[in-house]
């Protein structure tokens, strides 16, 4: 069975610092899935990993993914209050995606003036 | 472009009650999906379609049914809802499984009471 499990679940920082989000997975993959959500509303793609060593930015946030450690990481640089929201990782499963993805429970991430 | 559309939004139903929840894309593509999220926890697959006619449970697929006469329309039937279905159903498609990410609907607010 695919496991992914995100730390922190749970994240108060400061504006203008830098953190890192992590998600581990326990079966091979190649391709993994960054995305948001605010509270209320639906989740938004944020990163697309589909390689080992596949590195993705957009503004201030960074995704990295190692298939051979089975790690990927989401890198906040100098947060912004904006970027308070819930961010969830995805795993595809066996079938190649075509049978859905597998999530993280989420970090909740909130950034404080 | 309207992409993933769900109705309704919001819903209360007794227990024992019956329902459908709607789910409609635009997009054209073939692979649709059904998730569940409960409070604080990741997103998980209750039923997936990789074409018009077929469809596969997922993850928890239990006290659900679903069909897909056509590549637009992905309803979620519940028969006899329980208080554990209380939840957040999203609909999701992707136009290439574990290529492209999948794109999400607004959600569906369920409470069974």
């Known amino acids: 069975e695919l496991k992914v499990e995100q730390n922190p679940l749970f994240l108060s920082m400061q504006e203008g610092k830098n953190y890192t989000i992590y998600c581990n997975y326990s079966t091979t993959s190649d391709r993994l899935y960054w995305y948001r959500q605010d509270p209320g509303k639906s989740l938004e793609s944020l990163f697309v990993l589909l390689s080992n060593g596949a590195v993705k930015q957009e503004g201030r946030l960074m995704a990295s993914l190692d298939t051979k450690a089975r790690l990927s990481t989401l890198h906040i640089t100098a947060a912004v209050h904006d970027l308070s929201a819930t961010y969830f990782c995805?795993?595809?499963?066996?079938?190649?995606?075509?049978?859905?993805?597998?999530f993280g429970k989420g970090t909740h991430l909130i950034i404080q003036p | 472009n309207a992409g993933v559309t769900q109705t309704p939004k919001f819903r209360i139903l007794k227990i024992g009650q019956s329902m459908t929840l709607q789910c409609t894309q635009d997009?054209?593509?073939?692979?649709m999906y059904w998730y569940r999220q409960d409070p604080g926890m990741g997103l998980k697959l209750i039923y997936y379609?990789?074409?018009?006619?077929?469809?596969d449970k997922g993850e928890v697929p239990n006290g659900y049914n679903v069909s897909r006469s056509t590549t637009e329309d992905f309803p979620l039937r519940l028969e006899l809802a329980a208080p554990s279905q209380t939840s957040v159903y999203f609909c999701a498609s992707s136009y290439r499984a574990g290529v492209t990410e999948a794109f999400f609907g607004q959600g569906t607010r369920l409470t069974v009471v």
């Open positions: 997009m054209n593509h073939n692979y």
């Open positions: 995805a795993v595809e499963g066996p079938g190649g995606g075509a049978d859905g993805l597998t």
């Open positions: 379609s990789v074409g018009a006619g077929i469809t």
